[in-house]
């Protein structure tokens, strides 16, 4: 399983994703691989998180991406080449296997206009990769149940994509500390009008994570008072 998000702000958007692979029942893990990369870039101006069965997505991916053309930057252009792709590609490959027996393969794909609007689409295989437009500001797939809660609880469309990082790491590392199907190495990217696409270097990452947990020490010592709240 996995937790992958995307937000938008209010200077463009932040994609993040765990890396956690596991095989076997859901309910009993046999096997950890915290090696997938579910993340990707598509264009200066568009990326894609995905979740389900993460080889057929990263291979769905790739098949996007040879489809689309260098002037294909923006998010309108690339919406409907994504979704013909994932339909052509998924329907043929499992022509032979009834609808309900498929994969189970699901994409968050994010971008800008040329006007630098924010735009999010959830397209998954149950239905058909119709592209469903995410209207909150917040994507969220995989395991989502303690990040729909903190999102919840935190989120606002007027924050920056800077406090967004924070956000989106936050509740990754912060499911991953309830949930064993998440976990592994956290990757973000952010797009922005001045500088396209940019995936953050894991340097970058760790010590975000860092920063989150000093504010969680300072949450605890607010409900438990001053060095009493740091010690428990």
Not at 133 to 161: D, F, I, K, W
Request: net charge neutral.
């Amino acid at each position: 399983m996995t937790l992958v998000v995307c937000f938008k702000g209010k200077d463009g958007l932040v994609f993040a994703a765990d890396s956690r692979g596991t095989i076997g029942d859901p309910r009993g893990l046999t096997a950890i691989n915290d090696s997938m990369v579910k993340i990707f870039q598509l264009s200066k101006y568009a990326g894609i998180v995905t979740y389900g069965q993460a080889e057929l997505a990263a291979q769905l991916v790739q098949e996007i991406k040879n489809t689309l053309k260098p002037e294909d930057i923006y998010i309108s252009q690339i919406l409907e080449k994504t979704r013909e792709t994932l339909r052509s590609k998924h329907g043929d490959w499992f022509k032979n296997f009834p609808i309900d027996k498929r994969p189970v393969v699901a994409f968050i794909l994010g971008g800008l206009e040329d006007d630098a609007t924010s735009k999010i689409y959830y397209l998954s295989s149950p239905l058909d990769f119709a592209p469903q437009l995410c209207v909150t500001g917040v994507a969220l797939g995989g395991v989502p149940q303690y990040a729909t809660y903190l999102t919840h609880r935190l989120y606002n469309p007027e924050m920056s994509r800077k406090n967004l990082i924070s956000l989106a790491i936050y509740v990754i590392s912060e499911t991953a500390t309830q949930d064993p199907k998440v976990g592994g190495p956290i990757r973000v990217a952010e797009i922005s009008k001045e500088n396209g696409y940019i995936a953050l270097e894991p340097s970058i990452i760790s010590e975000v994570t860092l920063l989150n947990e000093e504010q969680n020490k300072l949450l605890r010592g607010f409900f438990f008072g001053g060095q009493e709240g740091e010690k428990a």
